[in-house]
């Protein structure tokens, strides 16, 4: 199939009509920029062969802002050498018609026609969907969509089958897909596909089985306990016998007994050794009180003496503390005296500092008063100019509306006026005598215009009756009358005596206001602000002129001052050295009144301890302290004497703990009766038990559950079978189908290495059962298809379509190729590669390449289209 011609009507962004003409057998390349108009090229295309005619969903096909639009293509095409012509109308007025030859076909039998020839289906309604795209899917590669090949292959696959078939001599394999389809169908009611787990029938029969086994088991385990129960129950009422006839509890409640009584005695013991406790306690606290009483007057003794010789020693310190302030004080006031006298240096030395800084802003405010002053009288100079040049222009200005509105009447009454000059009758005149013309006598020579009829009297000659030859001659009167009406009321209104004057007073009006704006520049120039900003600015340099003069001549005499820094230096220095000296002083002080204080301080405290040791009431109970320690020492031992005897007493008492063995025998005696107790519970509900499950027919319900899991059974194994069977026929099938598919892949095969070595040289490509490529072998290594680069499956993507090309156009079917911006992500290299292999197949295939990069396809020999030029076209 090889297109002819092209012709886009109203298309998307195609408002007007775009025609496609000579196009090659072979390589047509179309390039632009983004949103040239490429894709809608290719869209256009598609929509023609591929879309239903009357969709609903095609109203965005129409241009923008063209709601009412038809949207139009038509193709001229040839097929098998016969001249083909289709053209689809879309929206409003849609229609659709397929010539072939001599053949017209229409509407709905016109795209089943195209279906049949091109290889695709018609979609049932709606936008036309992938799976419906066929071999055109696969061939006409959209935009950004080069790489993607696996789901535009599985749509076209039953075309490339057929095609394969064909070329190849194998035999058709669509029956076994579909008997292994069916076989599936039936595999996938009893077995899952991906897990192989029981599903449907078998699983629900695999599910019963194990409920009727379940319960099976249930019944039986109830009559194996049934069996137990009734051993358990005879062992139950043995042992409940034999405990009443021993009644072990009672004697357990005499043990426990006994072994309280023995408790009791050991608790009396434990109160008395308490009391020994607490007895030994308060003697020991008031021993302890006794013995710390007098601790304290031994040390009272101790610290009088140790602070007797730390008084003595203060005191010489005091002394010198003494010496060193006065020696710091006498410092001090010699650094203050010299401090005074570098800050009177430093004071002098800065007015200097200030005279110079004064002197300095005086000569530059008086500068700026000057340039002021000057500045002030050129802006006045400027500013009468524009004055005056305003007044002038003001005198001068003109209406330029009514300007306008003369020089344009003006020229329409010259052309008026010469008008009806020339519509005039003219009768030039010579005469001997007078004629009487109206109520006008005529002599001698001249000239007479005619506007309206007259009558020229001849005397005995008779009379003549002149009539204009212009019938609307009075019109035209009328007419330049109003006009000159309207003129002269103009030249009144501007006060102007023609035309000429008014322009030439207007443009003395534009020069003088040329002047005014010139004038206007220089005074901005003098005055930016404004000549009362410069008076301002005049009074405010005079008033700092005038302040800085009065801060000079109230400064000091500075002859004798020093340099600045000399000063400063000489202040610092002296200021270091009166802060050291107060720093000494204070420290002094510090020392002198902290030594004056400790020294009072324990003085005080010395004399508060020496009249306590003197107090008569302190040395009497200083003697009773005494006495009272030998006491209590003599009582404290006589205590510990008695509880070291109670204590080895409770010890014997203590060796068989009789209250642990009087809680023992009273637990031992209530577990016997609880288990006494617990018997003949048990007792009970085995009887009750017994009773129940022997009147419930237990053997006649495990009889018939047992026939139920026999007929179960039965029906799992036969589905379990058919499932075998099923899978060993699909396993059979499948190999023999993809037997047949290695069969019909060898052309396809041979056609994907012819073009494969272009870029991949010892290498081959792997094809799926869809025949779309799954796996590329190179380098000894085998890569899936998504592993790879999106540049290198944007290049496989590229060479398998002209592959699948060869091998529909080999079976007899139509092809035609479109690649909408390809190659995007390719490298030079490739690229080059890339064009050497499309300029082979385009010696058997038409192809349509669409691309935003002329540079890059300009070496292939090939004239380009650009799109921007088919437009202007």
């Known amino acids: 199939m090889k297109l002819q011609r092209i012709a886009i009507r109203e298309f998307r962004q195609f408002s007007g009509q775009l025609v496609i003409d000579d196009l090659q057998p072979g390589l047509n390349l179309f390039v632009g920029p983004n949103e040239a108009g490429k894709s809608t090229i290719a869209e256009a295309v598609r929509a023609v062969f591929l879309e239903r005619y009357k969709a609903s969903h095609l109203k965005d096909l129409l241009p923008w802002g063209l709601a009412n639009g038809q949207p139009s293509v038509e193709v001229s095409f040839e097929l098998d050498g016969v001249a083909c012509r289709l053209s689809k109308q879309f929206v409003s007025r849609q229609r659709c018609e397929l010539r072939i030859g001599q053949s017209v076909f229409s509407e709905d039998e016109a795209e089943d026609r195209l279906a049949a020839l091109l290889g695709f289906s018609r979609a049932a309604r709606g936008p036309l969907k992938a799976e419906n795209a066929g071999v055109p899917g696969l061939l006409w590669v959209q935009q950004g969509a080069t790489q993607e090949l696996r789901d535009s292959t599985g749509h076209a696959a039953q075309y490339l089958r057929d095609a394969l078939t064909q070329l190849s001599g194998g035999r058709e394999s669509a029956g076994e897909d579909a008997l292994i389809a069916a076989v599936q169908r039936e595999l996938r009611q009893l077995l899952t596909a991906r897990t192989q787990k029981a599903t449907g029938p078998l699983a629900e029969a695999e599910q019963k089985l194990a409920a009727l086994s379940a319960s099976r088991d249930e019944l039986q385990q109830q009559r194996q306990q049934f069996d137990e129960n009734i051993a358990r129950l005879a062992a139950q009422q043995e042992a409940f016998d034999d405990a009443e006839r021993r009644r072990p509890w009672e004697l357990h409640e005499q043990k426990a007994a006994a072994a309280q009584q023995r408790a009791a005695a050991v608790a009396e013991l434990e109160r008395n050794l308490q009391g020994l406790d607490q007895s030994l306690r308060v003697g020991e606290a008031e021993l302890a009180v006794a013995v710390q009483q007098e601790q304290g007057a031994l040390e009272l003794e101790a ?6 010789e730390q008084l003595a020693a203060l005191r010489v310190e005091v002394s010198a503390a003494q010496a060193a302030y006065a020696q710091a004080e006498s410092s001090v006031a010699q650094a203050e005296q010299a401090a005074a006298e570098a800050n009177r240096a430093l004071e002098l030395a800065n007015a200097a500092v200030s005279a110079a800084d004064l002197r300095g802003q005086i000569d530059v405010y008086r500068a700026e008063r000057e340039r002021l002053e000057a500045s002030i009288a050129d802006a006045d100079k400027a500013n009468a100019a524009v004055l005056q040049a305003a007044q002038e222009a003001a005198a001068l200005e003109i209406d330029e509306r009514q300007l306008k509105q003369l020089v344009a009447l003006d020229a329409e009454l010259t052309v ?8 005039m009758t003219r009768i030039e005149y010579r005469l001997n005598g007078e004629v009487k013309v109206g109520e006008e006598t005529l002599s001698g020579t001249g000239v007479l215009r005619v506007d309206e009829e007259k009558r020229i009297e001849l005397g005995a000659l008779g009379q003549l009756r002149v009539i204009p030859g212009v019938s609307d001659l009075s019109a035209q009167f009328s007419e330049l009358a109003t006009h000159e009406a309207e003129h002269g009321q103009l030249l009144r209104s501007l006060g102007v005596v023609s035309s000429g004057a008014a322009q030439a007073r207007h443009e003395q009006w534009k020069t003088l206001v040329a002047q005014q704006q010139s004038h206007a520049k220089i005074l901005a120039v003098h005055a930016p602000q404004g000549i009362d900003a410069l008076r301002a600015a005049l009074a405010a340099t005079a008033a700092r002129w005038q302040a800085s003069s009065e801060r000079l001549a109230s400064l000091p005499d500075v002859s004798a001052a020093l340099p600045l820094d000399a000063a400063r230096r000489h202040a610092q220095i002296a200021r270091d ?7 000494v002083l204070a420290q002094a002080a510090t020392a002198y009144s902290s030594g004056v204080a400790q020294a009072e301080s324990l003085a005080a405290q010395l004399q508060r301890k020496e009249a306590q040791l003197s107090d008569d009431a302190f040395r009497r109970n200083r003697a009773q302290w005494q006495a009272q320690i030998v006491e209590q020492r003599v009582k404290v031992d006589a205590l510990k004497n008695q509880r070291g005897e109670r204590e080895r007493e409770l010890d014997a008492a203590r060796l068989d703990d009789p209250a642990a063995e009087a809680l023992r025998y009273r637990a031992s005696a209530d577990l016997a009766r609880g288990e ?3 018997r003949q519970v048990r007792i009970v509900e085995l009887r009750s038990q017994l009773e129940t499950m022997g009147a419930s027919g237990l053997g006649e319900r495990l009889a ?7 007929q179960a059974s039965r029906r799992k194994d036969e589905l379990s079978l058919r499932a075998s069977a099923l899978s060993l026929l699909d396993e059979v099938l499948v190999d023999e189908r993809d037997a047949a598919l290695a069969q019909l892949r060898a052309p396809l095969t041979e056609r994907l290495g012819h073009y494969l070595k272009r870029i991949f040289p010892q290498s081959s490509v792997a094809l799926g059962d869809d025949l779309s490529p799954a796996m590329l072998d190179r380098d000894g290594r085998s890569e899936l298809l998504d592993a790879l680069s999106f ?3 944007e290049q496989l993507g590229i060479l398998t379509r002209l592959a699948y090309a060869d091998l529909l156009q080999a079976s007899g079917r139509p092809t035609l190729l479109m690649l909408d911006d390809a190659a995007v992500h390719t490298d030079a290299a490739r690229r080059d590669a890339l ?8 010696t058997r295939h038409q192809i349509l390449v669409f691309t935003c990069h002329p540079e890059l396809w300009d070496d ?3 004239r380009q289209r650009a799109v921007a030029d088919l437009k202007l076209a």
């Open 676 to 678: 006494q107790h617990e």
């Open 860 to 862: 292939l020999g090939v």
């Open 303 to 308: 610290a009088l003496a140790r602070e007797r």
């Open 835 to 842: 064009k050497r292999a499309l300029l082979d197949a385009a």
């Open 416 to 423: 008026l006026r010469a008008r009806t000059e020339a519509a």
């Open 704 to 710: 018939a559950l047992e026939a139920q899991v026999e």
């Open 791 to 793: 540049g290198t499956r």
């Open 577 to 583: 050295a009166l802060e050291a000296a107060r720093k």
